[in-house]
C-alpha cells in the first residue's frame, strides 16, 4: 500500500521527533545510559615498569562490550572517571574519541589506561598478584554522556565495571644478537687470541626487567672454549641494550684449524668461524618477582 509524500514524511520523522522530545528541557528521559560488560580476554595489565628498571610506567586495558539500550542509535561521546585496581586508586580515564552504538545493539570498546605513577607504591601488591598470575580486582566508575543529534545526554557517575580479571603478564627471557659491525677478532699470537663481541640483547615482553647471564659457554667452531658472565642489564619493556664482552683465549685450547681461520679474520681477510653460547637467565622485577631460566642455546651466529 503505498502512503501519501506528507504520510511518508511523517513516518519518517517520528524516530527525529522521539529523540529530540527527549532532549527538551523538562521533557520525562527517554533515553536510558548504555550498559558496559567486561571482556576478559584482552584485559589486565599489558605494559609494567617499575622504578628500578626505567621510568615508572604500566597500562591496563579494559575491552568493554558496550550496549544502547534505547531504540534509536546513539553515539557515546564521554567517558570519564577513575580506574581502581584492588581498591586502591590507579589512573584516570578519559575517553572522547565517540563510539556509535546502533539502537539496541552493542560495540567494542578498547580503553588503555595510564597508570598514575604516584600510585605505584600503593600498587605493589596488586602488581605482585598480577606477575604471580593471580586476579586483580578493579572498578571503574565515571560519568557518560550519550551524543544524540549534536546535543550531549549526561549520566550521573557511577560503577560502570567491578570485579576480577587476571592479567597475561609474564616474566619472558630476553634473546640476543650478535652486532656483526663491532665484533671481530682483536689480535692473534703465539699465547692468545681477543676477540670482542658486541651482543644485543633484546626485552621483548610486556615487563620491565633486570637481567643477568652469571654462567654463559662460550663456543667456537662447535667447541666450547670459555665461560662468561653476562652483566646486570636494566631492560625496560620493549627495549633493548648492548652489552660489549672481550674474550682473551688461549690458542691450543681453539685448535690449529679454528686459529686459522681466526688469524685470517684479524688480517682482514675473508674467513668465518662458527660461535655460539649456551646458558640460561635471572630474572628480576626488582621488589615484586624473580625467576631463573635455562634456557640452552642463548645464541649461534658467524664470525665473519
Do not use: K
Not at 663456543?219 to 642489564?233: C, F, I, K, N, Y
Amino acid at each position: 500500500m503505498s502512503r501519501s509524500p506528507r504520510t511518508a514524511i511523517a513516518f519518517a520523522l517520528t524516530p527525529l521527533l522521539f529523540v529530540l522530545a527527549s532532549c527538551l528541557p523538562g521533557a520525562d528521559a527517554v533515553l536510558g545510559p548504555p550498559t558496559f560488560r567486561l571482556q576478559a580476554e584482552g584485559s589486565g595489565l599489558t605494559r609494567l615498569d617499575v622504578a628500578d628498571v626505567g621510568a615508572p610506567s604500566a597500562t591496563f586495558r579494559l575491552v568493554i562490550d558496550v550496549t544502547n539500550p534505547n531504540p534509536v542509535g546513539v553515539r557515546l561521546a564521554v567517558l570519564d572517571g577513575d580506574l581502581y585496581l584492588n581498591d586502591v586508586r590507579a589512573g584516570s580515564v578519559a575517553f572522547a574519541d565517540g563510539l556509535d552504538l546502533p539502537a539496541r545493539a552493542h560495540a567494542r570498546l578498547a580503553l588503555d589506561v595510564t597508570l598514575d605513577a604516584d600510585a605505584f607504591p600503593a600498587l605493589t601488591n596488586a602488581f605482585a598478584d598480577a606477575l604471580a598470575g593471580r586476579p586483580l580486582r578493579y572498578r571503574l566508575d565515571a560519568q557518560v554522556g550519550i551524543d544524540v543529534l549534536g546535543a550531549v545526554q549526561r549520566f550521573p557517575r557511577a560503577t560502570l565495571l567491578a570485579g576480577n580479571v587476571a592479567s597475561d603478564l609474564r616474566l619472558s627471557p630476553p634473546r640476543l644478537s650478535l652486532e656483526r659491525d663491532h665484533s671481530g677478532v682483536q689480535s692473534v699470537s703465539f699465547d692468545r687470541v681477543v676477540i670482542s663481541l658486541a651482543l644485543r640483547v633484546h626485552n621483548d615482553g610486556p615487563v620491565g626487567l633486570r637481567v643477568r647471564a652469571p654462567d654463559v659457554r662460550f663456543g667456537l667452531g662447535g667447541r666450547e672454549v670459555a665461560t662468561l658472565q653476562l652483566p646486570t642489564t636494566s631492560l625496560p619493556a620493549g627495549s633493548s641494550s648492548l652489552l660489549v664482552q672481550e674474550l682473551v683465549l688461549n690458542p691450543v685450547q681453539l685448535g690449529a684449524a679454528i686459529v686459522a681461520e681466526l688469524t685470517r679474520l684479524a688480517s682482514g681477510l675473508a674467513a668465518g668461524v662458527e660461535l655460539s653460547l649456551r646458558g640460561g637467565w635471572e630474572l628480576e622485577v626488582p621488589g615484586l618477582a624473580t625467576r631463573s631460566v635455562e634456557i640452552g642455546e642463548l645464541l649461534r651466529a658467524r664470525l665473519e
